[in-house]
T-cell receptor
Framework: GAVVSQHPSRVICKSGTSVKIECRSL??????MFWYRQFPKQSLMLMAT?????????EQGVEKDKFLINHASLTLSTLTVTSAHPEDSSFYIC???????????????FGDGTRLSIL | AQKITQTQPGMFVQEKEAVTLDCTYD???????LFWYKQPSSGEMIFLIY??????QNATEGRYSLNFQKARKSANLVISASQLGDSAMYFC??????????????FGPGTRLSVLP
């Protein structure tokens, strides 16, 4: 089955540090990648959607300059949390989806998530 | 407006019994897909089952089946013969295909299922 690799799985760092999270689709071309944030016992909150080669579309309330997303290829997207602060501590999870209208049965394939803790 | 509704924040089921997790959705599109994901305490999202809006048969995958009622816009997940390892959060999701060939996935708030021994 399709595999999405997300790295790192856990980050603990000091306030003010920038943290980069990578999301790779290993065996398929991800035309669209999604970045989610999840607080404890809550659902996934979509942060942004990125299509390969174009700028990410951010959801309302998500700071573009704070959460930098790059989707440079069909297999790699990165999320950089710039100058992270304790309130940015959360579980970040990426997903990738391939195909267009005719492949509507393609599920999102998720990475295993990154637990970010800012001290 | 919330597009995916899961009215059961928490459910309990006895081991080996069947359980139904509710999901209703809202869309004006004719073409869409419905998915169920399982999220155990470790955090990873596990794809369980898919139902296309044009599929006439209810989807089944092993112990999972999807009770799709298009007119009522519901896509309930049925887990048969529950196992202790089924204890997790379950999310219903919908994929809408956008005119610009993009995709929009919407997740419901989730249902926490606890299987009792």
């Amino acid at each position: 089955g399709a595999v999405v690799s997300q790295h790192p799985s856990r980050v603990i760092c000091k306030s003010g540090t920038s943290v980069k999270i990578e999301c790779r689709s290993l065996d398929f071309q991800a035309t669209t990648m999604f970045w989610y944030r999840q607080f404890p016992k809550q659902s996934l909150m979509l942060m942004a959607t990125s299509n390969e080669g174009s700028k990410a579309t951010y959801e309302q309330g998500v700071e573009k300059d704070k959460f930098l997303i790059n989707h440079a290829s069909l297999t790699l997207s990165t999320l950089t949390v710039t100058s992270a602060h304790p309130e940015d501590s959360s579980f970040y999870i990426c997903s990738a989806a391939g195909g267009h209208l005719e492949y509507s049965n393609q599920p999102q394939h998720f990475g295993d998530g990154t637990r970010l803790s800012i001290l | 407006a919330q597009k995916i509704t899961q009215t059961q924040p928490g459910m309990f089921v006895q081991e080996k019994e069947a359980v139904t997790l509710d999901c209703t959705y809202d869309t004006s599109d004719q073409s869409y897909g419905l998915f169920w994901y399982k999220q155990p305490s470790s955090g990873e999202m596990i794809f369980l089952i898919y139902q296309g809006s044009y599929d006439e048969q209810n989807a089944t995958e092993g112990r999972y089946s999807l009770n799709f009622q298009k007119a009522r816009k519901s896509a309930n997940l049925v887990i048969s013969a529950s196992q202790l390892g089924d204890s997790a959060m379950y999310f219903c999701a919908m994929r809408e295909d956008l005119d610009n060939y993009g995709q929009n996935f919407v997740f419901g708030p989730g249902t926490r299922l606890s299987v009792l021994p």
